[in-house]
């Protein structure tokens, strides 16, 4: 498959009212990848995730400039229907947040807010959506008990199926398996690897043997800049700025 880029970055600056948390982004991620952001806590990866799909449309006093071009076109466009743009390109979080209703429940949400209500097409939703989330062997027979009755990697995993069930193009991930033990990090990269065949994923993480394992493409983020990104074998193992290779062999960091 030719290497397409699905978002790209150009000259994005962003602002906490009089403080610049990113500096002159240009960063291309590619479709069908599995793209990680690295870097020591408070460099702006998360920030920058969140420019992905306007999440920090949110938080008061955010200025954004520069562009993120999403197939081809600006997202922060004037013209832009930001629910849509976040049904396109959607967020896991670092911490499991599945809603307070059956496991059932939580899958068809998003489908029913966009509309779907016949039955037969929501199960035909629910069901494939947890497969794709590697959870339907594990909750088929508990459909319609709490969502909150599951475990923390289950809990994860659904959340990642609610997410896939409004058919969005691009995945994010903030540290999607920071707050789990090692067997449910392990499935979790696991479903990451399967996912890329049908989606983008941009995942922030913390762990470089995570970001070694499961990434096709690192971009190592210091002070709210891109220091360097490229192939993540090559970032690795040779990195073209003393920088990233301070962190990446942990003098820094």
């Known amino acids: 498959m030719e290497n397409r880029v699905k978002i790209d970055i150009k000259n994005l600056n962003l602002y906490y009212k009089d403080f610049q948390a990113l500096r002159d982004i240009n960063l291309s991620i590619q479709a069908n990848k599995i793209t990680a952001l690295i870097g020591p806590s408070g460099c702006g990866k998360s920030t920058f995730l969140r420019t992905l799909n306007r999440m920090n449309d949110l938080v008061e006093g955010v200025r954004v400039e520069g562009q993120v071009l999403l197939d081809g076109q ?91 069930a409004v058919e969005p193009e691009v995945l994010l991930m903030d540290e999607p398996s920071s707050a789990l033990d090692p067997i449910s990090t392990l499935k979790i990269e696991e479903l990451i690897q399967e996912l890329k065949k049908d989606y983008t994923i941009v995942i922030v993480t913390h762990n470089m043997q995570q970001a070694a394992r499961v990434s096709d493409i690192a971009a190592y983020f210091l002070n709210g800049e891109v220091v360097e990104w490229g192939a993540t074998e090559e970032i690795f193992t040779r990195p073209r700025d003393r920088r990233t290779e301070d962190y990446i062999t942990g003098r820094f960091g």
């Open 74 to 164: 600006d997202i922060y466009a004037r013209d832009v229907d930001v629910v849509h743009l976040r049904k396109r390109v959607g967020m896991v979080f670092q911490r499991p947040n599945p809603f307070p209703m059956s496991i059932y429940d939580n899958v068809a949400y998003g489908p029913r807010v966009h509309g779907i209500k016949n039955r037969r097409l929501l199960d035909e939703i629910v069901e494939r959506s947890l497969r794709q989330a590697a959870l339907w062997e594990e909750v088929r027979d508990r459909l319609f008990k709490s969502a909150l009755g599951l475990s923390g990697g289950q809990q994860q995993r659904l959340c990642i199926a609610r997410l896939l």
